[in-house]
């Protein structure tokens, strides 16, 4: 383990020296607010510190929705670019509370996964670490804390003295859990007016590369039923779990497509997260729920989708109970639907993402990359925004109990977003 003194207490405000270096101005950012516990449902500590700090900055607006933020100015450019980020994270699987890591004296023995609760820094972390720079260890430290600490240093730096677009920070809650919470979401459907741009940026992780659109995802309940009986005679019933065997079967049977859309190739995924059925162990179960979540690339909507899991005329749909499928994956299993959100597209024809294409491209020699998971910028898209994902950190350690993220890459995004946004 680690030294007990690179442990980072919780802070109560949020501190800021702009008379700093950035890399230190960074770290000290990224420091804070990795040690404010913020799981889904208990955003509202660290909300309320990012509030405090941003209504210090002079050339801001902030205006709050619930525990979500939206910070503006008003320079009277003509283009606003809005840059986005949540503030929750997923549960804490012993990576809480986090610490700083040196990749020299941290080093894990072994390469691949560091067991849960052990503070060290991954080989593959440690190989794409600048000499002489720390790793963040804990929970959000990739999804992606990294990146709002940079979203709050610019915040604090980008002026009307130095930037050429106005700008919109929206620091949000509970996107990581079901849509119908996410703070984005309500502030859309609230204040609309709040959310308006020409360009937008969610700082999800993607190793400070652009990733383009995200893939749609949605997750429901296929159902088996049964007759129930006790299990002693179990020729009066029908086995319930027993039939679930053929749900995945068909799971088993199904591939993964790779499908390129505007140059970008998607993959998509069906799998099954949560299975659950019986009411006693003498009791011959009458139900078994199998909880799916299929990932689709944005060549499709969400109807589209849901057609190919269900028959375009199933009737499932969120709130409204079971249905029987009509055909797709699961015909002639019940469906109940759970949550649903639609794909994006690349979004990378408009002027604003190609010149910031070509910036990253110049610094990184990266080109862009699809977006598997769900990300807020098929939000945008529905908004008629243009959006792309660009991040501190690795996309592969997200949500993992090792989650970790170089300081180097908060340097590399600064850079990256801070040259683009003042040109």
């Not at 299993?333 to 010149?355: F, H, Q, T, V, W």
């Not at 910028?377 to 989650?403: C, Q, S, T």
């Amino acid at each position: 383990m680690t030294n007990e003194r690179t442990i980072i207490p919780a802070a109560s405000e949020l501190f800021f020296d702009s008379t700093s270096p950035r890399e230190t101005a960074l770290a000290a950012l990224l420091e804070q607010i990795m040690g404010v516990y913020s799981v889904s449902d208990e955003e509202k500590p660290l909300t309320d510190m990012v509030e405090a700090f941003l209504t210090k900055q002079p050339h801001l607006t902030v205006c709050r929705h619930g525990d979500t933020l939206v910070a503006s100015t008003d320079f009277g450019r003509g283009q606003r670019v809005i840059l986005a980020g949540h503030l929750d994270t997923v549960p804490v699987i012993d990576n809480f509370p986090p610490r700083w890591l040196d990749p020299a004296a941290d080093l894990a023995e072994t390469s691949g996964e560091v067991e849960p609760g052990v503070a060290k820094v991954r080989h593959d972390v440690a190989a794409k670490t600048a000499p002489g720079a720390r790793v963040m260890w804990g929970r959000g430290a990739t999804d992606m804390k990294a990146s709002d600490a940079v979203m709050l240093y610019l915040a604090a730096t980008l002026t009307q003295a130095n930037a050429k677009a106005d700008l919109t920070y929206v620091f949000y809650d509970h996107e990581e859990v079901v849509a119908e919470k996410n703070g984005l979401r309500k502030v859309v459907e609230a204040h609309p007016d709040w959310i308006e741009g020409d360009f937008a940026i969610i700082g999800e992780p993607t190793n400070c590369g652009i990733e383009g659109g995200c893939n749609g995802t949605m997750r429901f309940d296929v159902v088996a039923h049964g007759v129930a009986a006790h299990s002693a005679r179990a020729w009066m019933g029908r086995n319930a779990i027993h039939a679930a065997a053929d749900i995945l079967t068909r799971l088993n049977a199904y591939e993964p497509q790779d499908i390129e859309v505007d140059g970008l190739v998607y993959r998509e995924g069906l799998n099954a997260t949560l299975i659950s059925g019986g009411k006693g162990t003498n009791v011959i179960p009458d139900e078994c729920r199998v909880h799916v979540n299929y990932r689709f690339a944005p060549d499709k909507s969400l109807p589209e989708a849901k057609a190919l899991m269900m028959g375009a005329d199933a009737g499932a749909q969120l709130g409204n109970g079971e249905h029987v499928a009509t055909g797709g994956v699961f015909e002639g299993y019940g469906i109940e639907m759970k949550d649903e959100s639609p794909s994006a597209r690349p979004g990378l024809s408009s002027p604003l993402a190609a010149s910031l294409a070509a910036l990253v491209k110049e610094r990184t020699g990266r080109d862009p990359l699809a977006k598997l998971g769900w990300t807020d910028v098929a939000r945008f898209a529905i908004l008629g925004i243009p959006a792309v994902n660009l991040g501190a950190g690795d996309p592969l350690l997200a949500h993992k109990h090792d989650e970790q993220v170089p300081e180097s890459d908060l340097a590399l995004m600064a850079d990256l977003l801070q040259t683009w946004l003042c040109r």
